[in-house]
C-alpha cells in the first residue's frame, strides 16, 4: 500500500456526512492472495449508522432541489478523480480483492463510464408530462427523488458496484448510505474521499464499514428514513432483507444470483465459443454473476469444443497480486475454496468427470487450478447453484427444445450466452429462454447504458443507463382545477 501516489485514498475508517469515524473496534482486510492483513479498518457503531441516515435526510432536501444540470457537474468531477487516480484505485481493489491489475483498471475506467453515463440523463427531467385531462384541469407528471437510499454491495467488484448504485441515485437526487462488503472496503473508502474532492455535499453519499452485516442490514433496511434500499449479493442473503424491507414498505432493487446457461448448438464457431467461455468464466476467476455457470453443449461438437477449450486453458497463468501479468488470481477466501470442493466432490460422487484441474492449488492463498467437469447433470448440486470460481462445468443436448428446458430449469435468471449461426434459432431461443440478459456469440454483456438485472430469483430492478436512474425516482401526479 505505500507504494500508492494519493495516500489521502487509502482510509480506515466509516465516512458519514463528511468526516472519517473513529471507533474502538476494527476488522482486518485480508489479501486473499496472501492471507496476510493489509489494513485494519473501523468498524461502524449502531449509532453511527442511525447518525449517517439522519444526515443522509436532512443533506436530501437540498440535493433533490438542485438543477439537474448542477448534479452531473459533481457526477463529472467525480469521474475525472476516478481517472486520474486510477492506477492507486487499482492497486488498493486487487490487493483486497485479487484480480489481475489490469482487470482492476479496467474496472475503475467501467465505473467512470457509469458516472459519465448518469451525468447524461436530462431528457428524464426535463420537462413534466402533460396528460390529457378534463377540460380546465391542468394534469401534469412530475418526476420525484425517492429520497434516502441505503445499500450492500458485495466484494468481487469493489468500486463497479458502488458506482453503479450510488451514481444513479446521486444522479436522481437521492442521498445514500452504503455499506460495502467488510471483504474489500478499502476501495469503497477511496471512493468515498474522491467524492468529497468533487464536491458531493457532506451527507449525500456515506460509507458505513462493519463486519456484522446482518445487524448492519437491519438499521439499513427498517430505519424510517430510509425510503429505498438496493442491494447486489446471494439470492439467500437478499431474501432475507426483502423480508425486511417489507416492514415499512420500502421502495427495493435486487441484484442476486445468475446460474447463466452457455449454449453451443451444432452449428456455432467453436473458436468463438471458447473465446465467449474465456470472457464471461475465467474474468475475475469466475467470481462474476453473470459468469457461465452451466455450459450446455450440443453432443456431437461437445468433444471438440473441450478439446479447443482444453487447449487454450494451457495459456491461462494462475498469479498473485505482487506479479504484473496473470489471468487467474485466486477466490476471495476459504469458504469460497469450500464451496467449490463441495460441488466438485457432490458431482463427482454421482457420475461427473474432471478433464482439467479439479483441486486447489496449494500455497498461500486461496488458489483453485481452472477446472472443466463434464457430464453434470441436473441432479447435482453444481447444476442448481452459481459456482462462483474457475470451473466449467459441461453437460450435452440433443435438440434445441432440451438446450431451452436445460437451461431455463433453474429458478434464477440473470442472463445467458448462446453461440449459433442460425438466425430463426436466435429470435425462437431469445424469446423462450428466462433471462434478464442474453449474450449471442459473444461471452461480454455488461455496457453502462443497457439495464442490467434479471428475472425469476435472480432479483429485480434495473442498473444502468436511464433505467438505472429510474430506479430512484417515483411519480408525482398532480392536477389543478381551474373552474372554481
Ligand atoms: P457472497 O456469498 O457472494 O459473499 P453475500 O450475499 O453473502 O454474497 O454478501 C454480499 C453482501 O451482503 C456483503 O456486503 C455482505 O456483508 C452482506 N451480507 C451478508 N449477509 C448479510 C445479512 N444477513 N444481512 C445483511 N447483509 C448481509
Known sequence: MQNLSNLSLLKRCSYINGRWMDSENTLSVINPATETTIA????????????????AATAVAQWQLLDYGLRSEKLLLWRDLLLENQQDLARILTLEQGKPFSEAIGEISHAANYLQTYANQHSI?????????????NAKVYRRSIGVVTAITPWNFPCAMVIRKVGAALAAGCSFVLKPSELTPLSALALAQLAEQAGIPAGVFSVVVGSNAQAIGEILTQHAKVAKFSFTGSTLVGKKLLQQCAMGVKRTSMELGGNAPFIVFEDADLDA??????????RNSGQTCVSANRFIIHENIAKEFKRKLQIKMKSLVVGNNGQSEFHIGPLINRR????????????LTLGAKIIEGGKEIESKGYFFE???????????????????????SIITFETDEEAIRLANQTELGLCGYLYTKKQSRIATIAQQIQVGMLGINQGRLSNTESPFGGVKQSGMGREGGRYGVEEYLDYQFVCADFAS
Not at 42 to 50: F, K
Not at 126 to 135: G, S
Not at 383 to 391: A, H, L
Open 370 to 392: 481452472p477446472t472443466i467437469i463434464e457430464d453434470i447433470t441436473p441432479e447435482m448440486e453444481i447444476f442448481k447453484r452459481e459456482i462462483f470460481g474457475p470451473v466449467v
Open 125 to 137: 427531467f426535463e420537462a413534466p408530462e402533460t396528460i390529457n385531462a378534463e377540460r380546465n384541469q
Open 336 to 347: 469460497a475454496l469450500d464451496k467449490i470442493n463441495g460441488l466438485l466432490d457432490q458431482a
Open 40 to 55: 485494519e479498518v473501523c468498524e461502524v457503531t449502531a449509532s453511527q449508522i442511525e447518525q449517517a441516515i439522519s444526515d
Open 273 to 282: 465459443a471458447v473465446e465467449g467461455t474465456f470472457a464471461c468464466k475465467f
